[in-house]
Every structure is written in C-alpha cells, then in structure tokens.
C-alpha cells in the first residue's frame, strides 16, 4: 500500500509550520531513496541473469582465445629479434593477461609461458597476490578476502561517500563535528532532559500502537480471509512496537490510517519533532545501506566496470559489455591470422605495440 504523500504548502488552508514543513521533506525524500532502492534490486536482478546466461559463456569463449593469443605472442617473441624497448612493451602486455588468467587459477599451463619470459618467477607473483594464506586462521583468511574484495575504484566511491555522508551529518546534528561542538558536561538538568526525551518516546511509540491496534485488531471484523490479514498486520505492529521501533510504527500508521491534512495540522509540534528525527536517522541509514548495496553489488562483477543504478542502464550496460567481448575476440581472431600469415607478422607486432600502449597510458 502506498504511502501518503501531501505535497500541498497549506494544511487546512493555513501555512505550514517549520516541523510540517520538514516532516513532508522527509517523507519525500525517504519515498525518492524507497524507489531508488527498489530498482536497484531490479536492475542488479536483471544484469545478473544476463551476466551469468550470456556475459559469463562469452567471457569464458574470449578467455579461451586469450590462452591461444598468449601462445601466439609468446611463440612471436622467440621467432624475432627486436629492440629491447618495443621487446619489453609487448612481453609487458601479455605477462599482464597470463597474470589476469592465473590469478582466477585458470589455465595453470601458462605458467610455463609467465616464468619464460618474466624476472620474477609466477610463484613469487602469485605469493603477492595472496600473502601467506596457508597460514592464516579461518578468522583472519576471511578478514583478508574481505579486504581484497574492493577495487581501487570502488574504494575511492566509497570514501567519497563517507565524506558526503560526514557532511551530511554534520548539518543535521548527527555527526562527530557537530556532537563535539554541542557537547557539554553532563548536569542532573541535562540528564533530566535525556529522560524527558525517552519518556516522550516511549509515549509516542504507546499511542501509535494502541491507535493501530484499535483499528486493525483481527477481533474486530468477521469472515476468516479478514482475520487473516488483519493478524498479518498486528505481526508487524507487534514487531515494530517490541524493537521500539518508532520510525517503522509511523510507516505503518501513515500507510494503514493514511496520514491526511487534517491528521497533520491537528500532530502536536513536539511529537512532529520526534517522528522529524527518527526519520531523519532513517532516512541517513537507509542511504548508507544503499550505497553498500551498490559496492557489493559492482564486487560481484570484477573487471567489468559495472556501474548501474536502474533497470535501463543495467539492460545497457549488458550489451555494452557483450559488445567489447565480441570486439575482443574478433581482435584476437585478426592476430591469429596474421600469425599464421608469416609476411604479415611485423603489422602483428606493430598491434601489439599499439595495444601495448594504450594499455600503458
């Protein structure tokens, strides 16, 4: 059931107060963040079946014409001569895709190939890549894959959000900046305030309950497919009233009883300025697990550069990403031909270096 939302700026034909005024701010905001969520959940949902039926097939099949362009390259090497610079650029390349390939433990046989042409040994790579893993604890190996987890990229996303949310904390009175300027030694006054505050809270968490409650207690209507739904309802009453959960408990009321305008004007201002702040910090914890959501989401899918946010970039994203595969392997297929075609292999090469620095920079 959808919840109310009152956009107009008079209740009842008068102006709206500060707390009114704030109070449909965040509904809004929570409503806008809500539906950002929800179809987030579809477009991960919606990569994921294309990532996994056609993405993941074309990658292993592009993989595949890796192995047999490292054994091209490799075989290219050891056929010709060639200054040492243009030599290193292009050994440079392919160690990077032998090292891509071996890291997920696929086609261990290129290890050969890696040790060949490579200063460093691939099991003193490899010893990079994973540290000592053999001797860490269940505890500590999963806290070090869990480090590993997240890309350079994603980690400057994510420390970008922390400083937008310590902003934004900052100037609704919830972060460190602000509890440091407002804080004061503690007095029997302000510690009395504190319960004061409580007490309301705890009033205003009493007074909805017994409000849903009256209203949609199984009791009170007759017919077994009513009773059943209205017992699904006081569960998540109940639910929300034990965890003290006021936010939740006003959710349900705005959706149940459809908070109207005359519900909102007739709201004492000091009740208005807790259910404010409860929504206020939800508002701030649901943006904070949206984020996450996104990083993890992008973790699952290495390497892509996945960036989606909604249903129509995620179908876009898919097929961009079916298309570079496809333009890969064409590319690789081309450089077989070339190596087969031994007149032709200094303009393999010259695509090499090309690649090579493009790569580079």
């Known amino acids: 059931m959808k919840r109310a939302i009152i956009l107009a700026p008079k209740v009842n034909g008068q102006e709206l107060s500060p707390e009114q005024k704030k109070f449909l701010s965040w509904q809004k905001k929570t409503d806008f963040l809500l539906e950002q969520i929800a179809e987030f959940h579809k477009a991960e949902a919606i990569f994921g079946e294309v990532y996994l039926k056609k993405i993941l097939p074309e990658m292993d099949k592009m993989e595949k014409c890796r192995t047999g362009w490292i054994e091209d390259v490799a075989a290219l090497l050891r056929q010709h001569n060639m200054a040492k610079n243009k030599r290193k650029l292009i050994v440079d390349l392919m160690l990077g895709y032998i090292e891509n390939l071996l890291v997920k433990g696929k086609f261990i046989y290129l290890e050969e190939i890696y040790n060949e042409f490579s200063k460093i040994k691939w099991k003193e790579i490899k010893e990079l890549y994973h540290g000592d893993a053999d001797n860490l604890s269940d505890e500590e190996e999963e806290f070090s894959d869990e480090e590993e987890e997240m890309t350079e990229e994603e980690e400057a996303h994510f420390k970008e959000f922390e400083e937008f949310m310590k902003s934004y904390f900052d100037r609704i009175g919830l972060g460190e900046e602000s509890a440091h300027k407002q804080q004061r030694p503690k007095t029997a006054a302000g510690e009395k305030r504190k319960k004061t505050e409580e007490l309301k809270m705890i009033k205003s968490l009493r007074e909805i309950y ?75 914890t649901l943006a904070e697990e949206y984020e996450i959501m996104k990083i993890r989401a992008f973790n699952k899918y290495p390497n892509l550069r996945v960036h989606f946010t909604n249903v129509e970039n995620a179908e876009a994203t898919a097929k961009i990403i079916l298309k570079e595969i496809v333009i890969i392997k064409n590319e690789m297929v081309y450089h077989h031909y070339l190596y087969l075609q031994k007149t032709s292999h200094k303009d393999f090469i010259n695509l090499l270096l090309m690649e090579a620095k493009e790569t580079g920079d």
Do not use: W
Request: charged share 40%.
């Open 210 to 284: 017994l409000e849903l409650v009256k209203e949609f207690h199984p009791d009170k209507v007759e017919g077994e497919e009513e009773k059943k739904k209205r017992t699904e309802i006081m569960q998540g009453i109940t639910c929300a009233y034990e965890a003290k959960d006021l936010l939740e408990l006003l959710r349900l009321q705005m959706e149940l009883l459809h908070i109207d305008e005359d519900k909102l004007s007739q709201t004492p201002k000091e009740k208005l300025k807790l259910y404010n702040k409860a929504m206020g910090e939800r508002f701030v």
